[in-house]
């Protein structure tokens, strides 16, 4: 292969001065092939090295930049083919050993040399003198002063067999022949509004700042490049979503008058608010795309009812799909239950049932007897067909990927509206960047009457007090749920866990009272009848994996108590909480754990403090970061190279606001001086290809 004719930051790294074929095959371990990647790959933290102190003044524990001439070299061997090389710096006044391992060419290249060293590394007491293993070094010249080395010095992300100094001579020897052709795709306009540097100074500053102020500037102008693209990505987006031709629904005048007919209770103003935006939306000529966030009990079943109500009086059909049969059953049983006056006809889809059953379903709905239907994945089996499916209602949303929802609006009449449900409160931070494009509506009200349930921390010895808790509240006539602990990804394991707790608390502990299990290695119907079983109030206690963190409702059911919770994430204990405090009584969260990190007992911590779902959530946020949370993992490539959703959440608002105020101004990003950036814009999309959409 020919070096390029001209400068182009998409050439391959090996024609870079000092890099050549082989060490490019160690950067391609990074994936870093271009001078592109190059000046991405932005280092990971930064060493202050600026400070050259007394030999005499540093301390064990310390990371310092030495300096000074080799006063002695030895080597010796340590067993077979192992060697250990020392050598002692000082700057005249006290010295310091370097420690190098099994790296006899560093005394190749040290005992031929008389000049300066100036080292880094952590400072280690030694037998008889302080050390420093392993540390990165340099061999001064008489005319270099180490002003290179002695700086603040970045640390980039590395793999096995790329060294540190080959990233950072690539990135120094790209930056000083290419940073120059680099083309700045924000207009000077956006900079002066924003306060923002331009693209060359906030590169060449984010990989070899002058000072701190200065990366620090630098890295807020490349923040704001990653999520400007992403913001106006899913601005445009939307704007497409908007164009498209959707079913303006007639809603009836006397609505208000029909869901309190609907409804054995009244809304909360949360949930009225909710459903006024809901409404709104469908009686617009464009397709609805809301996501609808509510805490665990707010009421979004009610909400979602009101919608489908709304749907039907149109004409329409309604479908509403449940990541499991247990959650789409009992969306069956109590929306059968409160649409049995209207005279509604509503349907039931999973997996089970036979292919007799399937056939005559799958003609009800075709032809339009059931005009609501609720579903699993079984909804977007290729024998299904709707005769006019207008609204489609996805609860928790995020177990289900993009192609399963897209096929079942495929299903739908012209450009069905969407509804997206998630109990799992997600932060606002990563509610604007993983579901920008989609409307958001949130129930931030829990119906009355419902009382805060209380959450104990409780560790392993205290078992005993524990069980004679929840026999007090079994004897007062309520019921109880034990978790197993999550002992393994694997629902094998699992079910064996859930199997060992059943069998110590029904042979052991709780010998006079009746102790169900339910798994997820269970076959469906062993699944429903403990289920079933429960709710009648057959067992007073269900032991159960995981299987019932979302959807089961038993108002009865008033304490919970999860085995060693400290093996379970925020999220999930707070789903799992979600299940007791439905009823009038007073609800207990028992959580039994022994934690041996810190972040372990900050998930303790927080559970006990709050029951706000969405509070759990920022914690989590800062705790895990965004690529565990909300399923956003199948969700695509965010590519968050600096930007971090903790850090800089007042930066997404910023861009935020500026991707909606370009849209506004150029909804195609036409103009000239928008072309590069709506190249970038154009990258991003293809890269959000997996992000939600409506």
Same mark, same amino acid.
């Given at each position: 292969?020919?070096?390029?004719?001209?400068?182009?930051?998409?050439?391959?790294?090996?024609?870079?001065?000092?890099?050549?074929?082989?060490?490019?095959?160690?950067?391609?371990?990074?994936?870093?092939?271009?001078?592109?990647?190059?000046?991405?790959?932005?280092?990971?933290?930064?060493?202050?090295?600026?400070?050259?102190?007394?030999?005499?003044?540093?301390?064990?524990?310390?990371?310092?930049?030495?300096?000074?001439?080799?006063?002695?070299?030895?080597?010796?061997?340590?067993?077979?083919?192992?060697?250990?090389?020392?050598?002692?710096?000082?700057?005249?006044?006290?010295?310091?050993?370097?420690?190098?391992?099994?790296?006899?060419?560093?005394?190749?290249?040290?005992?031929?040399?008389?000049?300066?060293?100036?080292?880094?590394?952590?400072?280690?007491?030694?037998?008889?003198?302080?050390?420093?293993?392993?540390?990165?070094?340099?061999?001064?010249?008489?005319?270099?002063?180490?002003?290179?080395?002695?700086?603040?010095?970045?640390?980039?992300?590395?793999?096995?067999?790329?060294?540190?100094?080959?990233?950072?001579?690539?990135?120094?020897?790209?930056?000083?022949?290419?940073?120059?052709?680099?083309?700045?795709?924000?207009?000077?306009?956006?900079?002066?509004?924003?306060?923002?540097?331009?693209?060359?100074?906030?590169?060449?500053?984010?990989?070899?700042?002058?000072?701190?102020?200065?990366?620090?500037? +630098?890295?807020? $102008?490349? =923040?704001?490049?990653?999520?400007?693209?992403?913001? #106006?990505?899913?601005? !445009?987006? &939307?704007? @497409? *979503?908007?164009?498209?031709?959707?079913?303006?629904?007639?809603?009836?005048?006397?609505?208000?008058?029909?869901?309190?007919?609907?409804?054995?209770?009244?809304?909360?103003? +949360?949930?009225? $608010?909710? =459903?006024?935006?809901?409404?709104?939306?469908?009686? #617009?000529?464009?397709? !609805?795309? &809301?996501? @609808? *966030?509510?805490?665990?009990?707010?009421?979004?079943?009610?909400?979602?009812?009101?919608?489908?109500?709304?749907?039907?009086?149109?004409?329409?059909?309604?479908?509403?799909? +449940?990541?499991?049969?247990?959650?789409?059953?009992?969306?069956?049983?109590?929306?059968?239950?409160?649409?049995?006056?209207?005279? @509604?006809?509503?349907?039931?889809?999973?997996?089970?049932?036979?292919?007799?059953?399937?056939?005559?379903?799958?003609?009800?709905?075709?032809?339009?007897?059931?005009?609501?239907?609720?579903?699993?994945?079984?909804?977007?089996?290729?024998?299904?067909?709707?005769?006019?499916?207008?609204?489609?209602?996805?609860?928790?949303?995020?177990?289900?990927?993009?192609?399963?929802?897209?096929?079942?609006?495929?299903?739908?009449?012209?450009?069905?509206?969407?509804?997206?449900?998630?109990?799992?409160?997600?932060?606002?931070?990563?509610?604007?960047?993983?579901?920008?494009?989609?409307?958001?509506?949130?129930?931030?009200?829990?119906?009355?009457?419902?009382?805060?349930?209380?959450?104990?921390?409780?560790?392993?010895?205290?078992?005993?007090?524990?069980?004679?808790?929840?026999?007090?509240?079994?004897?007062?006539?309520?019921?109880?749920?034990?978790?197993?602990?999550?002992?393994?990804?694997?629902?094998?394991?699992?079910?064996?866990?859930?199997?060992?707790?059943?069998?110590?608390?029904?042979?052991?502990?709780?010998?006079?009272?009746?102790?169900?299990?339910?798994?997820?290695?269970?076959?469906?119907?062993?699944?429903?009848?403990?289920?079933?079983?429960?709710?009648?109030?057959?067992?007073?206690?269900?032991?159960?994996?995981?299987?019932?963190?979302?959807?089961?409702?038993?108002?009865?059911?008033?304490?919970?108590?999860?085995?060693?919770?400290?093996?379970?994430?925020?999220?999930?204990?707070?789903?799992?909480?979600?299940?007791?405090?439905?009823?009038?009584?007073?609800?207990?969260?028992?959580?039994?754990?022994?934690?041996?990190?810190?972040?372990?007992?900050?998930?303790?911590?927080?559970?006990?403090?709050?029951?706000?779902?969405?509070?759990?959530?920022?914690?989590?946020?800062?705790?895990?970061?965004?690529?565990?949370?909300?399923?956003?993992?199948?969700?695509?490539?965010?590519?968050?190279?600096?930007?971090?959703?903790?850090?800089?959440?007042?930066?997404?608002?910023?861009?935020?606001?500026?991707?909606?105020?370009?849209?506004?101004?150029?909804?195609?990003?036409?103009?000239?001086?928008?072309?590069?950036?709506?190249?970038?814009?154009?990258?991003?999309?293809?890269?959000?290809?997996?992000?939600?959409?409506?």
């Amino acid at each position: 292969m020919n070096p390029p004719q001209r400068k182009d930051l998409e050439s391959p790294v090996q024609f870079l001065k000092g890099i050549g074929p082989e060490l490019a095959k160690s950067l391609a371990k990074l994936n870093l092939h271009t001078v592109n990647d190059l000046l991405y790959h932005f280092p990971r933290r930064f060493e202050d090295r600026t400070h050259l102190p007394e030999l005499r003044s540093v301390k064990p524990g310390q990371f310092v930049t030495i300096k000074g001439r080799l006063s002695r070299l030895d080597s010796r061997q340590v067993g077979r083919g192992r060697v250990i090389i020392r050598a002692l710096l000082s700057d005249g006044r006290s010295g310091i050993y370097l420690v190098w391992f099994n790296q006899p060419w560093v005394k190749r290249r040290l005992e031929r040399y008389r000049g300066e060293i100036i080292a880094y590394g952590m400072v280690k007491d030694g037998q008889n003198a302080l050390e420093m293993h392993s540390p990165e070094y340099e061999l001064l010249e008489e005319d270099d002063s180490g002003e290179d080395f002695a700086r603040i010095t970045p640390i980039y992300p590395l793999t096995e067999g790329v060294p540190q100094w080959l990233v950072r001579k690539a990135v120094n020897s790209a930056l000083l022949h290419y940073v120059e052709v680099v083309e700045d795709p924000l207009p000077e306009k956006i900079l002066h509004h924003y306060d923002l540097k331009t693209l060359k100074w906030s590169l060449a500053q984010i990989h070899q700042p002058n000072t701190e102020a200065h990366r620090l500037e +630098a890295r807020k $102008r490349l =923040v704001f490049d990653e999520f400007l693209a992403i913001q #106006l990505a899913m601005q !445009m987006r &939307r704007a @497409l *979503q908007q164009q498209e031709p959707g079913n303006a629904f007639e809603i009836p005048s006397n609505m208000p008058e029909r869901i309190a007919e609907l409804l054995p209770f009244k809304l909360t103003n +949360a949930q009225d $608010r909710v =459903v006024g935006e809901i409404l709104g939306d469908m009686s #617009l000529p464009a397709p !609805m795309n &809301r996501l @609808l *966030q509510g805490d665990v009990g707010s009421g979004k079943t009610a909400v979602a009812a009101c919608a489908l109500m709304a749907c039907v009086a149109d004409g329409f059909q309604g479908a509403l799909m +449940a990541p499991t049969e247990i959650l789409a059953e009992q969306h069956y049983q109590n929306l059968r239950a409160l649409f049995s006056k209207s005279g @509604l006809e509503v349907a039931l889809l999973v997996g089970k049932h036979t292919a007799k059953q399937k056939e005559k379903i799958y003609s009800d709905v075709a032809n339009g007897k059931s005009q609501i239907v609720i579903g699993t994945h079984a909804l977007i089996q290729e024998g299904v067909s709707f005769a006019k499916l207008g609204l489609i209602i996805v609860d928790e949303q995020h177990r289900f990927g993009v192609m399963q929802r897209a096929a079942l609006r495929e299903k739908g009449f012209g450009h069905p509206d969407l509804l997206v449900m998630t109990a799992t409160p997600i932060p606002r931070t990563l509610t604007m960047a993983v579901y920008g494009d989609l409307e958001l509506s949130v129930i931030d009200e829990l119906p009355p009457g419902r009382q805060a349930i209380k959450t104990h921390w409780r560790t392993p010895t205290d078992r005993q007090k524990v069980y004679e808790g929840v026999r007090k509240l079994i004897s007062e006539g309520r019921q109880a749920y034990f978790v197993c602990p999550m002992v393994s990804e694997s629902e094998k394991m699992l079910a064996q866990a859930a199997e060992e707790l059943h069998r110590r608390l029904s042979t052991m502990i709780f010998t006079e009272l009746r102790v169900g299990l339910l798994h997820g290695q269970m076959k469906s119907k062993e699944k429903e009848a403990a289920m079933e079983a429960f709710r009648r109030h057959d067992l007073d206690i269900l032991v159960s994996t995981t299987v019932i963190e979302v959807g089961v409702d038993v108002p009865n059911a008033s304490v919970m108590v999860i085995e060693d919770a400290n093996r379970f994430g925020l999220s999930q204990l707070h789903q799992l909480r979600g299940r007791v405090g439905r009823g009038k009584h007073q609800s207990f969260c028992i959580l039994v754990a022994d934690p041996t990190n810190e972040e372990a007992i900050a998930r303790m911590e927080i559970m006990v403090k709050t029951t706000d779902g969405f509070e759990i959530a920022e914690e989590d946020l800062r705790l895990r970061g965004p690529g565990e949370l909300a399923g956003t993992r199948q969700h695509g490539n965010l590519d968050f190279k600096l930007a971090d959703l903790v850090q800089d959440g007042k930066m997404l608002e910023v861009a935020r606001q500026a991707a909606i105020k370009l849209i506004n101004y150029d909804p195609d990003l036409s103009r000239p001086e928008h072309r590069l950036l709506a190249k970038v814009v154009s990258e991003k999309s293809t890269s959000m290809a997996n992000l939600p959409v409506a």
